[in-house]
Nanobody
């Protein structure tokens, strides 16, 4: 069984930096891509960033482009999200996800095969 787990969340202030990590502690897999999504209270889960291991391409939502950086290791099925210059709109539960086959629609939740349980990020103003 694949078990993705996120860490690194917490309470930070506007303008601070935070680094989230995601690792697989279960059955080893070789993913083609990993992504990060977030869900704010009362809102749907939304795309944040994705990394295609097969092409090296990174994808970002407009709201985080230029502030967040995704990285990862295909062999270890790990991913990190470096969050810089955070603001209150970045508050939410952050989830990592892994995809086995070729990434086609990086921003679609349905693309991903495995999900973590999430880590809370709260940004105070």
């Amino acid at each position: 069984q694949v078990r993705l787990g996120e860490s690194g969340g917490g309470l930070v202030q506007t303008g601070d930096s935070l680094r989230l990590s995601c690792a697989n502690s279960g059955r080893a897999i070789e993913s083609s891509a990993m992504g990060w999504f977030r869900q704010a209270p009362g809102k749907e889960r939304e795309f944040v960033a994705a990394l295609s291991f097969t092409t090296g391409t990174t994808y970002y939502s407009d709201s985080v482009k230029g502030r967040f950086t995704i990285s990862g290791d295909r062999a270890k099925t790990t991913a990190s999200l470096q969050m810089d210059r955070v603001n209150p709109e970045d508050t939410g539960v952050y989830y990592c996800a892994a995809k086995l086959l070729k990434l086609v629609m990086p921003a679609s939740r349905r693309e991903y095969d495995y999900w973590g349980q999430g880590t809370q990020v709260t940004v105070s103003s």
